[in-house]
C-alpha cells in the first residue's frame, strides 16, 4: 500500500509561470488537504479536498492558486504566474475521513521561483 | 486567534542526554495535538498523538508528550537522545469545528551532537 505520492519533489520555475503540483491519496483515502512551508516557518493550511468539491479553501491566496481532486486522478494544486514569494514547499496529506486523526503526508513538493 | 506555539526555535543537546521540546497551545484549538518531525528535505512522519483519555502518549522510539490542559501545554520528552533524532519537530493542533485543519507551530531544530 502505497504512502501518500507527490510529484514532482522539486520543481523549478520562473517568475511569470504556471507551476502545477500532484498528490495522489492513499488507497482508500477521499479526503485531500494542501499546506505550506514558507522557510523558517511552520506548515500553514490551505485548501480541503474531497472528490470533486472544494470544502474549504479559507488558506488559499486569493489570487493566482487553484486546486481540484477530480473524480479520476491525483489532486492538482495549480499556481499561475508564480512569484519568488511563492517559493516553498508544499504538501499534501490524506485521510480516510474528515480531520486531521487519519492524517498521512507526503513528501512534498519544493517549489523554487527563480 | 488558534495558535500554536513552539518556544524555542532550536536546541542542541549532547548524544544520551534527555531533552525537552516545548509546545503551548491557545485555548482555541480543539485538544487533538500531535508532534510530527521531519528529517532533512523530507515530509512530516507523525510521532505521536493526543486525542483523549491518557494524558501521556508515547512514541515507539522513546519520546513522549504530555497533556497539560491547566497549562495548554504539549511538551516532546526523552530521556536520552540518540544521533539520529537530530532532525525538525512540529507541534500541531486540530482546530475546533470546520473541516478540523491543522494549526502548526513554527518548528524546533534538535540538534544532537556526539
Known amino acids: 500500500n502505497a504512502g501518500v505520492m507527490q510529484n514532482p519533489r522539486h520543481l523549478v520555475r520562473r517568475r511569470g509561470q504556471e507551476a502545477r503540483l500532484r498528490c495522489s491519496p492513499m488507497k482508500g483515502h477521499s479526503h485531500v488537504y494542501w499546506y505550506r512551508q514558507l522557510p523558517e516557518e511552520g506548515l500553514k493550511f490551505m485548501v480541503y479536498?474531497?472528490?470533486?468539491?472544494?470544502?474549504?479553501e479559507s488558506g488559499m491566496p486569493k489570487e493566482r492558486f487553484s486546486a481540484e481532486f477530480p473524480k479520476e486522478g491525483p489532486s492538482i494544486l495549480r499556481i499561475q504566474q508564480v512569484v519568488r514569494g511563492d517559493s516553498a514547499a508544499y504538501f499534501c496529506?490524506?485521510?480516510?475521513?474528515?480531520?486531521?486523526?487519519?492524517?498521512?503526508f507526503g513528501s512534498g513538493t519544493r517549489l523554487t521561483v527563480v | 486567534a488558534q495558535s500554536v506555539t513552539q518556544l524555542d526555535s532550536q536546541v542542541p543537546v549532547f548524544e544520551e542526554a534527555p531533552v525537552e521540546l516545548r509546545c503551548n497551545y491557545s485555548s482555541s484549538v480543539s485538544v487533538y495535538l500531535f508532534w510530527y518531525v521531519q528529517y532533512p528535505n523530507q515530509g512530516l512522519q507523525l510521532l505521536l498523538k493526543?486525542?483523549?483519555?491518557?494524558?501521556l502518549v508515547e512514541s515507539i522510539n522513546g519520546f513522549e508528550a504530555e497533556f497539560n490542559k491547566s497549562q495548554t501545554s504539549f511538551h516532546l520528552r526523552k530521556p536520552s537522545v540518540h544521533i539520529s533524532d537530530t532532525a525538525e519537530y512540529f507541534c500541531a493542533g486540530g482546530t475546533q469545528g470546520g473541516s478540523e485543519k491543522l494549526v502548526f507551530g513554527k518548528g524546533t531544530k534538535l540538534t544532537v551532537n556526539p
Open positions: 493526543y486525542l483523549s483519555g491518557s494524558t
Open positions: 479536498l474531497q472528490k470533486e468539491n472544494i470544502i474549504d
Open positions: 496529506a490524506s485521510s480516510p475521513l474528515e480531520g486531521a486523526i487519519g492524517y498521512t
